[in-house]
């Protein structure tokens, strides 16, 4: 956290109240059980801090367990967001503010925390019931543990019952409104009022009136205690006016509403309806929550009994003459493979998002991971390879989406669309795109008979005619069985196979000829280092290779949106790097797929902790990899 000279000194009433020197960034976590509402205490900080103009990075990390047993480590719920400035790409390494809501919160996270950091406590949870649950022989507060740390002990507990009193709620009712009395303190520290938060609570519990009034005394004690209470030197307040941006008209997203959009903004640019067959799923759910809220917009949604119920249904509506779109995570994806398959032999245009997870089987459900490349590339019976894109960030994912809708239609194939658990629930700010910036593509139907077979090939694209059902003299028979190249017949004829499985390997050929070259991201096209990454792990290579940069290290970083195929170009711009170092949250997957095919040699930095990368260990690979 770097600071200028700057100080500010605002009027609140008679009072007079100093802010430390203005700071570049902040990074704050709430931690609490997951009944704490730690995840909607961040997610409002995360809207208030994009309606002041700053940037800002999220990482929500909530535990499986639907309702772990209260007070015990497997059941913190965590929400990290770092406020800036200047450009922020992560949610930030080491916590400056904890908010530790009980002693499991405390004893999870405190190995994060930076050092002279602050935490702020909960001290009426830190009972010696709640104690014991953790572990902890005596109480932390207490006993030199948080030597290292700045301390503020409040009874939240206690100030959140007295401030909702009025209202008549039982008690755990009223601890519910905790986390608004903490937020309400963090607003403080910052120097941020609490009207928008006011406002969305009017809305969301407008029909329960003691409910939202007693949300709003929470959030309206907390921001008071923080103006009326000397609260010491631990306490700093922070200062970090707006960050510079374009013009234009900005939201905070999450990957999943992005993914949502894309796709929605990419079946309109084809001039096609949209069709979602899925089935729920963590963490890929919310992507059919937000496709059902775009019911008016004309999009259709179904939710299937099971995942091939789901692709099935998409194929269905793809062969219908909508696009067709399955989501689902690593062991939905599984599920679907024969699926997949089908339409890749009937060659129909279908994108499927994986959102990953941890694995193998149902693994770390909420936890994120990018182990399903190979299976997003090779995992299907029959030589049957598509297309796989991946977004790197949120925002990415609306441009990501639009792409895979492309592909999908241009040449008539399933694609994959790769996103994760980080990606979907994390939050950024994003710039709205205006109508001018997209490009339609729009998809011409087949309606003339004259020489008609389902298998005649556009010769740039490979892809087949798409046709209607119930076109006139269009009559045709698709499925899974084998085709005549020439006919469309059904074929058990080896040379024919043989003929079949070159043309849709063929589509991948001419996809690859067709994509733009790869750019790098940071650096010169030639250096001792390049740092290859995909998907989630953009923002912390980012700001690991610009750190390297700034001390005068030969490092790039390029990143790789157009998985399979590979990028033309990239075999050629990796040889003028004297090493290649390819971070991933699995155990190298990436790294076997650029030997194989590029014959380079690159070292694989993975991990598989169900946690992002740290910017600190980047850049003690980059490090490690420049000796």
Known sequence: MSAS??????????????????VDFVRIRFAGDSGDGVQLTGTRLAAATARFGNDFATFPDYPAEIRAPAGT?????AYSINIGQTEIRTAGDNPDVLVALNPAALKVNLKDVRESGLIIADEGAFTEKQLRKVGYATNPLDDGTLAKFRLLRLDISALTLKAVAEFGL???DALRCKNMWTLGLVLWMFGRGIEPIETWLRAKFGGQPDIMNANLAALRAGHRYGEVAELGEAVRRFDIPAAPSEPGTYRTVTGSETLAWGLYAGARLAGLDLFLGSYPITPASPMLHALARMKRHGVVTFQAEDEIAAVCAAIGASYGGALGVTTSSGPGIALKTEGIGLAISAELPLVVVNVQRGGPSTGLPTKTEQADLLQAVCGRNGD???????????????????????????????VMLLSDGYIANAAQPWKLPTAEMLSPFPVAFRTDPEGFHPFLRDPDTLARPWVRPGTPGLMHRIGGLEKDYDSGNISYDGPNHQRMTDARMGKLKRIAAAM?????????????????????????????????RAQGKRVSHIHLRHLWPLPPNLGTLLKGFRKVLVPELNTGQLAMLLRAELLLEVTPH?????????VSELSAAIDANLE
């Open 516 to 548: 733009p070259p790869q750019a790098i991201d940071q650096g010169e096209a030639e250096g001792d280092l390049a740092v290859v990454g995909w998907g989630s792990t953009y923002g912390a290579i980012r700001v690991a290779v610009g750190r390297a």
């Open 73 to 77: 480590t497997y059941g913190v719920s």
């Open 384 to 414: 049957a390879q598509i297309p796989v894109i991946a977004a790197a960030t949120p925002a990415d994912c609306f441009a990501c989406a639009i792409e895979a809708v492309r592909l999908a239609v241009t040449h008539m194939t399933p």
């Open 5 to 22: 000279l700057q100080t500010v000194t605002s009027e609140r009433g008679r009072r007079r109240v100093s802010m430390t020197p203005e």
């Open 606 to 614: 993975a991990k598989v902790q169900g946690q992002p990368f740290k």
């Open 170 to 172: 039982s008690q755990p």
